[in-house]
């Protein structure tokens, strides 16, 4: 129960302070630079890249400091996994969104007003069913879980640096796809920040829970089946 918790987690006041600025700045960082490609140039590719590149710089930049989350979907993943307890990662959601709204102000105040009407608001394309849109943010987040699961297991040691790269094409392919359909939204935060500065809140619920649950199954299934052998050298750790 005390690992489940992650009470050693809490230990160092300061860390845990350090920890919760840095999912604030990422989450507010993906979406000013992630939710503005979307305004500026709204292309797939464009925006899947814009994605896939400020998520790989912000593990670089605070993947030492909390694990550069910056998503409640890993999050909660993570925690199924066992990498994060649940105090920490009941932390660090409200931050995640904090950050996320932020974002979207910052963008909305930096992009000309003609442009501000959206800054990047996630919808379900016309044509598809909340069922379809709810399976493709499930598949596309958990498939980032099993990424983000296998590139910082602390029992693999032929990792080197490859999370940030791994992570960020994992987040640029799904975008690739989902954009079209869904708005790719696969991270809850990232779907609430534009949507509370818009008042955009159909089929709101998909982003949350559709994303949450790929995610706790991805944790699952990388804990139970995927997990490397304790034996293995290790050379990267969340």
Same mark, same amino acid.
């Given at each position: #129960?005390?690992?489940?918790?992650?009470? $050693?987690? +809490? $230990?160092?006041?300061?860390?845990?302070?350090?920890?919760?600025?840095?999912?604030?700045?990422?989450?507010?960082?993906?979406? %000013?630079?992630?939710? @503005?490609?979307?305004?500026?140039?709204?292309? !797939? +590719?464009?925006?899947?890249?814009?994605?896939?590149?400020?998520?790989?710089?912000?593990?670089? #930049?605070?993947?030492?400091?909390?694990? *550069?989350?910056?998503?409640?979907?890993?999050? +909660? /993943?993570? +925690?199924?996994?066992?990498?994060? @307890?649940?105090?920490?990662?009941?932390?660090?959601?409200?931050?995640?969104?904090?950050?996320?709204?932020?974002?979207? *102000? =910052?963008?909305?105040?930096?992009?000309?007003?003609?442009?501000?009407?959206?800054? /990047?608001? %996630?919808?379900?394309?016309?044509?598809?069913?909340?069922?379809?849109?709810?399976?493709? $943010?499930?598949?596309?987040?958990?498939?980032?879980?099993?990424?983000?699961?296998?590139? !910082?297991?602390?029992?693999? @040691?032929?990792?080197?640096?490859?999370?940030? =790269?791994?992570?960020?094409?994992?987040?640029?392919?799904?975008?690739?796809?989902?954009?079209?359909?869904?708005?790719?939204?696969?991270?809850?935060?990232?779907?609430? /920040?534009?949507?509370?500065?818009?008042?955009?809140?159909?089929?709101?619920?998909?982003?949350?829970?559709?994303?949450?649950?790929?995610?706790?199954?991805?944790?699952?299934?990388?804990?139970?089946?995927?997990? *490397?052998?304790?034996?293995?050298?290790?050379?990267?750790? =969340?």
């Amino acid at each position: #129960m005390k690992n489940f918790l992650g009470m $050693e987690e +809490l $230990e160092k006041f300061d860390a845990v302070g350090q920890a919760l600025v840095a999912e604030f700045l990422g989450t507010m960082l993906l979406v %000013v630079i992630g939710c @503005g490609a979307c305004v500026l140039n709204p292309g !797939t +590719l464009t925006i899947a890249l814009a994605f896939g590149f400020i998520i790989a710089s912000a593990v670089q #930049m605070v993947g030492h400091v909390s694990g *550069a989350h910056i998503n409640p979907a890993v999050t +909660l /993943g993570l +925690l199924v996994c066992g990498r994060i @307890g649940l105090i920490m990662a009941l932390l660090y959601i409200p931050f995640q969104c904090a950050g996320a709204v932020a974002g979207a *102000a =910052l963008l909305q105040y930096m992009v000309p007003s003609t442009m501000s009407a959206d800054i /990047g608001a %996630v919808s379900i394309q016309q044509g598809l069913t909340e069922g379809q849109a709810f399976a493709i $943010e499930a598949v596309i987040t958990a498939i980032l879980l099993l990424v983000v699961c296998s590139v !910082t297991d602390p029992n693999r @040691g032929n990792l080197a640096n490859s999370a940030p =790269l791994a992570i960020g094409l994992a987040i640029a392919c799904s975008h690739i796809f989902a954009v079209p359909l869904t708005g790719s939204g696969m991270n809850p935060a990232r779907s609430l /920040g534009p949507a509370a500065m818009v008042g955009n809140w159909n089929n709101h619920w998909v982003y949350w829970i559709a994303p949450l649950v790929g995610a706790a199954a991805a944790g699952a299934l990388y804990r139970l089946i995927f997990k *490397a052998k304790k034996d293995e050298d290790s050379s990267y750790d =969340l």
